[in-house]
């Protein structure tokens, strides 16, 4: 079982930058999972936005790209997502996830290839 938990959301201006950390229970420096960031606004399905495996291979979302940077530092078992130039449109609860120890699939953002979540933290972008 992985445990993880989110931090770092909150209320910011358009254009402004905030950055999220996910703490996970699993050992960064030893595990081949992915962790990944999703977001989800009421009534809409989860976003899969940004995602970086074992070996420090990133993926974004279009919608996310070039604007947000995921990264991890294993001595502290946490994965980041900074946001810069965050938009109105970027308002929604994020949720960061890993995949399983050995099912990885790099590069992926779906939702159905992360198995452990976090609970979420909102991020909410005034114009």
């Known amino acids: 079982q992985v445990h993880l938990t989110e931090s770092g959301g909150g209320s910011v201006r358009a254009g402004g930058s905030l950055r999220l950390s996910c703490l996970a229970s699993?050992?960064?420096?030893?595990?081949?999972?992915?962790v990944g960031w999703f977001r989800q606004v009421p009534g809409n399905e989860r976003e899969g936005i940004a995602a970086?495996?074992?070996?420090?291979?990133?993926a974004y979302a279009a919608s996310v790209r070039g604007r947000f940077t995921i990264s991890k530092d294993k001595t502290k078992n946490t994965v980041y997502l900074q946001m810069n130039s965050l938009k109105p449109e970027d308002t929604a609860m994020y949720y960061c996830?890993?995949?399983?120890?050995?099912?990885?699939?790099?590069?992926?953002?779906?939702?159905?290839?992360?198995?452990?979540w976090g609970q979420g933290t909102q991020v909410t972008v005034s114009s």
């Open positions: 699993l050992r960064l420096t030893y595990s081949s999972a992915c």
């Open positions: 996830a890993a995949s399983g120890e050995y099912d990885c699939y790099s590069g992926s953002l779906k939702e159905t290839d992360f198995g452990f």
């Open positions: 970086i495996d074992s070996d420090g291979i990133t």
